[in-house]
């Protein structure tokens, strides 16, 4: 990068830590901490929402999943403005009713105090290693194309944020999150007016747009059915977005504390209910324009020399093997049929020099989908903008990381610390015992990322699918509580058991798509509760009879 990108980069950065800094005064106490006083207007729940769902990782990797797959990834979020719906109605009154800090003191009321914990356990062990990847990721990417050593930027990426994150709790993660959201949106726009300055003279937006769509890339909508019938793999179609996607955006909306916690913070039910709904409108056109941008790259490398692999340092290693006189020919063959606008042949091309470095590097999950928006960027905007982009990248994930670390310090002290080991306390010593909760799952997260490896083909799925082997069993037990009143803890609580253990193993036997782990976990805890209450009660109504 320029001198001027640095400058840029560092200058947001800066000033994003002072203002979150600026605007994190409020009540040394848990309200004023988790929940800002519940005094939020419902337009920066919005914002805090929408922050700490999109991450640094749904900037990076949605132009590149757009760009290799086409738009068919937007299905994922059709079964999102549904779940709004549900949870303003139902969910909310009653989390507003009974004042709640966390969303599983609520499973206490209605069960006990194991399934609270159980309960709250499993989002902490979800929502932990989501966060270690979030931090990850982007650093992954930052390195590869910047040569940064990786764990000096996790370091970086994760440890800053702690900062005003640990000093202004969730006050100060909203008003950041409102920054970052403006700053985002603008320099996204920017990007993608630019990626149409830069195509050829005579075509537009629309014309880059059909280009695009006549290689397959405008699949917005796909069934999955097949010759076979239905392809219960397929992760992307309309039925895997309406139905699996309702069940993961209502578990993830509803039930998990890094969004719960968001909402909670509003001064009243209908802010609330205003933040989610306008969530529920926003964030499927958010996500398609997104996407548009990898298509929009996807026609400008048709008229423009393409690199037939985006990850240079991975190409860098896979040239010193043996099978770099390989790695040429398909590389000149690829080339050659760029020349040509020969897309159908450059994509078998590519799709060939892709596995072969996987070969090469003995590594089948390497890939280069996460590099290709940040490669785009690197070699083609200009000075100062770069530094923009650069400077987004963190403050997305620092938006959605700092929410993150102030929901798990909620459950941490709320469900297991005031719970087991200081039931009362001071309202200061609590205020600090919460501070110190979220540097602790700041250093956790940032050693999580020091960890991370072969995290998958794409870091928005890898994330995605992480949720959804949880997501199902926790909805489940909400679903129960909510609706099935005849059935008591005992029950819910082991077919929570039953259920997670399951889902583990459907997804280790990789015989049907992660979107679908939602359905078959929140259903099959629904299913089990009403058998093993039933054998319960049977098996009480024998005793009393003997």
Not at 56 to 71: F, H, K, N, S, W
Not at 433 to 444: A, E, N, P, R
Not at 462 to 467: P, S
Not at 498 to 512: E, L
């Amino acid at each position: 990068m320029s001198i001027y990108d640095w400058i840029i980069l560092i200058v947001v950065l800066l000033a994003i830590v002072l203002y979150g800094m600026y605007k994190s005064k409020s009540s040394e106490n848990l309200e004023g901490y988790f929940l800002s006083n519940r005094s939020m207007p419902w337009y920066l729940v919005l914002l805090s929402i929408m922050g700490t769902q999109a991450s640094a990782i749904t900037y990076l990797t949605g132009p590149g999943q757009a760009y290799t797959d086409g738009m068919r990834f937007v299905q994922y979020y059709f079964g999102l403005p549904f779940a709004m719906i549900v949870i303003a109605v139902f969910f909310v009154p009653v989390y507003n009713k009974l004042k709640v800090f966390t969303a599983y003191e609520f499973l206490e009321n209605r069960f006990d105090v194991k399934t609270r914990t159980f309960t709250s356990f499993l989002f902490l062990l979800s929502r932990g290693l989501s966060t270690g990847v979030s931090i990850y990721a982007p650093s992954l990417i930052l390195c590869s194309i910047m040569g940064w050593n990786i764990y000096y930027t996790n370091i970086l990426m994760g440890g800053i944020l702690i900062v005003y994150t640990i000093s202004g709790g969730s006050r100060a993660v909203a008003h950041t999150q409102k920054l970052q959201m403006i700053i985002v949106f603008i320099s996204l726009f920017l990007i993608g007016y630019i990626a149409v300055k830069m195509l050829p003279p005579n075509m537009g937006f629309m014309a880059a747009v059909n280009e695009a769509g006549s290689y397959g890339k405008m699949n917005v909508i796909t069934t999955g059915f097949t010759s076979k019938g239905f392809d219960w793999k397929d992760k992307y179609n309309i039925w895997s977005g309406l139905i699996g996607g309702f069940f993961l955006a209502l578990s993830y909306f509803g039930t998990d504390h890094s969004q719960v916690g968001r909402y909670l913070t509003a001064k009243s039910v209908k802010e609330s209910q205003k933040g989610l709904l306008m969530n529920g409108l926003i964030k499927v056109p958010m996500q398609f324009g997104i996407l548009l941008l990898g298509i929009l790259i996807f026609t400008f490398y048709i008229y423009n020399k393409a690199p037939v692999y985006f990850d240079n340092e991975n190409k860098e290693k896979a040239l010193a093997t043996n099978y770099k006189d390989s790695l040429n020919i398909l590389e000149n063959n690829f080339i050659a049929a760029t020349s040509k606008k020969d897309m159908l042949e450059a994509k078998a091309n590519r799709t060939a020099y892709v596995k072969m470095v996987a070969i090469a590097l003995n590594d089948k999950n390497i890939k280069d989908t996460n590099f290709i928006f940040l490669r785009f960027v690197k070699d083609n905007l200009p000075i100062g903008l770069i530094g923009l982009l650069f400077a987004v990248i963190f403050l997305s994930a620092w938006g959605s990381i700092a929410g993150a670390l102030n929901s798990l310090a909620a459950c941490s002290m709320i469900d297991f610390h005031k719970q087991f080991f200081q039931k009362k306390g001071e309202e200061l010593n609590d205020y600090k015992t919460s501070q110190w909760y979220t540097f602790g799952w700041g250093i956790f997260c940032i050693i999580i990322a020091m960890f991370a490896q072969n995290i998958g083909n794409s870091l928005i799925e890898a994330v995605n699918i992480l949720g959804s082997i949880f997501y199902g069993v926790i909805l489940g037990v909400f679903l129960v509580a909510f609706w099935v009143r005849h059935v008591q803890s005992n029950a819910v609580f082991i077919a929570a058991l039953i259920s997670q253990i399951a889902i583990i193993a459907i997804y280790k036997a990789d015989v049907i798509s992660f979107l679908w782990l939602n359905v078959i976990g929140a259903l099959l805890v629904l299913a089990l509760s009403i058998i093993i209450q039933i054998f319960i009660k049977t098996k009480l109504s024998n005793i009393a009879d003997n």
